[in-house]
């Protein structure tokens, strides 16, 4: 359903395009691979740094985390094809800290912890909050398999993967908690 039309008149200024995409490689390892592109709708000065035209690209980033069936991080590979700062660059090999984190609880913290302030760049670290995710959604049928005596890590996540609700019980009944009575 998409959303009702805007209560007011407006101009479209600024575009941000993410994409994120999943593989499976033939040495079993996973890649995850996340693109953002910021692009203005008219032209975009930054004094002392340089001009954009209309649909320009002011950022172009990509990054690629090569991850194993335990979702630990054995490589990482950063594209900054377009910045609109010299020093962001920078931020590019700090991203190798990252090795030998895991993309499980904890994975925003690990970010954090290696890359947030300016230790890194924001919107790199935009990109990798979600890759979790992305790895998850790529590998989700090989993960069941690795281990059936832990619950899944996205149960108990959101709503709809509540130990105590109906999809839970009906897709993972060994994991399915009876909600207590609150009468």
Known sequence: MPLPPPSADRSHLHTRDVVYRGYHRTDGLWDVEAELRDTKTVPF?????GEWAAGQPIHGL?????????????????????????????????????????????WRRAIEQHLGGIAGCAHLRELLFNMATVAFQTAV????????EHPPPH???????DFEGP???????????????KS
């Open 45 to 49: 000065i930054i004094p002392h740094e």
């Open 167 to 181: 999809v839970v019980r009906q897709r993972y009944p060994k994991f399915y908690r009876i909600r207590p009575d």
């Open 141 to 148: 049928q090989s993960l069941m398999l690795v281990d059936r």
């Open 62 to 106: 990509a990054i690629r985390l090569t991850v194993d069936d335990n979702m630990m991080v054995h490589a990482v590979e950063v594209a900054m094809d377009h910045v609109p700062h010299g020093p962001c660059p920078q931020a590019a090999a700090p991203m190798q800290r990252l090795i030998g984190s895991r993309l499980n609880r904890g």
């Open 155 to 161: 149960l108990g996540r959101c709503v709809t993967w």
